[in-house]
């Protein structure tokens, strides 16, 4: 069973400096690369290296015109070559800079291959001008499809959130903002120091596996902190918001943390559990399924045991696991004017007494985010 770690991540140095200490504290390891940034010409190369240089190249070409989606199909069979050629102990899948690991996680998985550790490399200078850049990925020559629409800071925000482990180059650029910044944003994360250049120590162990990241992490983050000008904001409330008048504060507080994310619902959807997800000035609203206490009985055995049992450490007595729950992380972040903001787009008192028949027939001003 050949171990396979993959390494991401859009700061290149960094990850080129993680995979080179791998392979030279691993004996056996090769690193399997494919480059997007042939796309355009209708192929994607791979290469497999060892701590001695460039072993083999090749080509893949495009599956539906998408370079990401050629990868997918590439790396299975290329990692099966290896774990068949008796002379590979390691496998470093180094994912080009705007492929994120979750995916490529599942493709290892899925295709029966043992997945040891998912990592992802990380300049802390950059930290804030990633989180901080709004530009779509194809406007930066780093789009895995011409359907790709992600913007930068909204790939490196999962790159970042999703990797159990996180490989951080010795960045003569970076101060101790920017260091408690990626503490804040990855509280759960064991960090591991890379020295940047080809001679690094303290490789990230190939032992450690894939977290589930999104939502789901959100739990194990939801710390208060407050330290080398980074804040970061845990909102709770179990009152549902008017949509009306959240949907016009979205800019502003979209706009004040460097990252923010967490589940919420609105008065007039009380069964619909929503994710919010901001980074670079730019917010992803969209449905995640039901709330919990929405579902039948019946359907309860359907429902994975660590969000039940994490809805019932929270439960209340009316709204069920129903409620707001939202992070807000940054340098500077003004903790009392988001929560003023963010408690003014609460039902009122009235509102709130009204009930729910009343509160579905609250403007529904957030059908157009969410394409109703």
């Known amino acids: 069973m050949l171990p396979v770690v993959i390494v991401g ?31 355009a010409s209708g192929t ?25 989606c050629a990868l997918r199909e590439d ?3 290329e990692l099966r070559r290896l774990a068949g050629d008796g002379a590979t102990r390691l496998a470093v899948v180094e994912l080009w800079d705007s492929v994120e690991p979750r995916p490529m996680a599942e493709v ?30 194809a406007e930066r020559g780093l789009a895995a499809a011409a359907t790709d629409r992600r913007t930068v800071a909204d790939t ?5 959130e999703y990797a159990p482990v996180l490989a951080v180059v010795d960045s003569p650029e970076a101060d101790d903002e920017d260091r408690e910044l990626l ?6 994360a064991r960090r591991v120091a890379v020295p940047s250049g080809a001679a690094p120590g303290g490789t990230p162990a190939p032992g450690d596996t894939a977290g589930p990241g999104g939502t789901a992490r959100l739990s194990a983050q939801e710390s208060e902190a407050d330290a080398h000008g980074v ?27 460097a990252r923010s994310r967490g589940r919420f619902w609105l008065a007039d959807r009380p069964d619909t559990l929503l994710h919010w997800d901001a980074a670079g000035g730019a917010l992803c609203v969209e449905p995640a399924g039901p709330w919990l206490a929405s579902l039948p009985d019946a359907a309860w055995d359907r429902v994975p045991p660590v969000r039940r049992a994490a809805a019932a450490l929270d439960w209340h007595p009316e709204h069920g696991d129903r409620g707001q729950h939202l992070v807000f992380t940054s340098p500077a972040l003004d903790r009392e004017g988001v929560t003023r903001l963010l408690e003014s787009c609460l039902l009122t008192d009235a509102e709130y007494a009204a009930g729910r028949d009343a509160w579905k027939r609250l403007p529904p001003a957030f059908d157009p985010l969410l394409e109703v």
């Not at 060892?50 to 080509?59: K, M, N, Q, V, Y």
């Not at 290892?108 to 990633?130: E, R, S």
Request: hydrophobic residues 45%.
């Open 44 to 68: 994607v190369v791979r290469t497999v290296r060892d701590a001695t240089g460039l072993r083999s190249a090749g080509e893949a070409p495009l599956v539906n015109d998408c370079a990401c």
């Open 156 to 160: 490196f925000a999962r790159q970042l």
């Open 183 to 188: 503490v804040q944003l990855h509280p759960t």
């Open 231 to 257: 804040s970061t904001l845990v909102w709770h409330r179990r009152r549902p918001f008017h949509p009306e008048r959240l949907y016009r504060a979205l800019e502003d507080l979209t706009c004040a943390a």
């Open 75 to 77: 790396l299975v069979p």
């Open 108 to 137: 290892v998985v899925a295709g029966g291959l043992t997945l040891t550790g998912v990592i992802t490399a990380v300049d802390p200078a950059l930290l804030l001008p990633c989180l901080g850049n709004g530009d779509d990925l």
């Open 9 to 39: 991540g859009l700061h290149a140095d960094a990850r080129r400096a993680a995979v080179a200490r791998l392979l030279a504290d691993v004996p056996g390891a090769v690193a399997l690369h494919h480059d997007l940034t042939t796309a």
